[in-house]
């Protein structure tokens, strides 16, 4: 089984033109022609299952359209998509925010899928999609110390409630490294699919491992790399597992 996990900057792009006129200018334009080397990346490496963090969902950069609902429609995928924004936030209320969301999609049928949302933090998403054999978590976490250990004390207490093979995937944000997951992988006894802590971001010279793949221990990690993409600023990660 191949996981993809991928933050895509809503299609936005990278590297100095993103910059152009101003700062983060890039935000602001359509997203289509870098979008289209995303899919045709994505269909390069045929992952059984994608976790896409940051996703547009239907924004004027994409005309309108969801990004994952046109991935999973050329490539041939279900999906469960959702804005990452908790209930009765203000960023619910503007019109580029309320498009932006997380995405994950496979190859075997949802059978189930959940939406859980943090009380702490900006991006309060959690996904939890589940196949017949498999049930994943996809998140993007908070920017503040404070609020991601918040976070992780919830995804602790969704974790231990699953007893079935599992991955919990994101943008972790850990801006301080891997010793700010020490004690949350000693408690739910989740193993991170990266132990030599290669690092994806930024994707032009990777310094930072922000990304992570976690699984329950039945899983057997086969091959693990960064891919050296640069459509975004994070650098993709692709696992290959033995279920």
Request: with cysteine.
């Given at each position: 089984m191949r996981f993809l996990l991928y933050n895509i900057r809503y299609g936005t792009g990278n590297g100095g033109r993103f910059?152009?006129?101003f700062p983060y200018a890039g935000y602001l334009r359509q997203s289509e022609q870098n979008f289209l080397k995303i899919l045709e990346f994505i269909r390069s490496v045929n992952p059984d299952v994608l976790g896409l963090v940051e996703v547009d969902g239907g924004s004027f950069r994409t005309r309108r359209k969801c990004q994952a609902e046109m991935i999973a429609?050329?490539?041939?995928?279900?999906h469960v998509v959702e804005t990452k924004y908790g209930f009765g936030s203000m960023a619910q209320k503007m019109p580029?925010?309320?498009?932006?969301g997380n995405a994950v999609l496979t190859r075997a049928p949802i059978v189930s899928?959940?939406?859980h949302y943090f009380d702490e933090g900006m991006k309060r998403l959690?996904?939890?999609?589940?196949?017949e054999h498999l049930t994943i978590f996809l998140v993007h976490l908070s920017l503040t110390y404070r609020n991601r250990q918040y976070q992780l004390e919830r995804l602790y207490r969704l974790i231990r409630a699953v007893d079935r093979?599992?991955?919990?995937a994101g943008d972790f944000n850990v801006l301080w490294g891997m010793r700010e997951l020490e004690l949350f992988l000693g408690a739910t006894g989740l193993v991170s699919a990266n132990p030599e802590k290669k690092p994806s971001y930024p994707s032009r010279a990777p310094k930072r491992e922000l990304d992570f793949i976690l699984h329950s221990p039945e899983l057997k990690v086969i091959n693990f790399q960064v891919a050296p993409?640069?459509?975004s600023d994070h650098a993709p990660l692709i696992c290959d597992f033995s279920m």
């Open positions: 910059h152009f006129p429609e050329q490539l041939g995928y279900h580029l925010l309320k498009a932006q899928y959940r939406h959690v996904i939890q999609a589940c196949t093979p599992m991955i919990l993409v640069t459509y």
